[in-house]
């Protein structure tokens, strides 16, 4: 018991400089690594990639190229929260329901427009599928469509 006593004002101590000198400074250094995640807008975009379970190649490259051209020409309004890319599978059960939302008959590229937590407006861009083959023409083809849905 001696020996507890006997060092525990030395271990206060230490447990005091480590919390008012060190872990200040490694709190800092950790959060200037870390992105903080931005709030959604009121108002944004969102550029959804609809597939299924089974996924051939050209299923694939569509998704490939899709993101290519939205990370490609929207890199900033996807930081902010502007727009908002994601490949959803409507075959899971919690996403079934946008088969019938989108009338979806096969894989497809939908860009939507949500105001206030509602989508008030979507397009299928069907041409995806003309252009698959042709990644310049698919490029150009998506940023266009994107470009006008935005408004820019």
């Not at 299924?52 to 990370?71: D, H, N, V, Y």
């Not at 890199?75 to 996403?95: C, I, T, Y």
């Amino acid at each position: 018991m001696k020996i507890i006593q006997k060092h525990l004002p030395f271990c206060n101590r230490t447990i005091l400089f480590m919390l008012i000198f060190v872990m200040p400074a490694f709190m800092a250094a950790s959060a200037e690594g870390a992105e903080t995640p931005s709030a959604t807008p009121a108002h944004y975009y969102t550029a959804t990639y609809f597939h299924g379970s089974f996924r051939c190649g050209t299923c694939q490259r569509i998704e490939t190229l899709s993101e290519k051209a939205i990370t490609n020409h929207f890199a900033q309004e996807l930081k902010s929260g502007a727009l908002v890319w994601r490949a959803v599978n409507v075959d899971e059960p919690e996403n079934q329901h946008y088969v019938k939302d989108y009338s979806l008959f096969t894989k497809s590229l939908i860009i939507s427009e949500v105001k206030d937590g509602k989508e008030i407006r979507w397009k299928n861009l069907e041409k995806v599928w003309n252009f698959v083959r042709n990644e310049d023409k698919f490029d150009e083809y998506v940023l266009s469509e994107v470009k006008a849905w935005m408004g820019q």
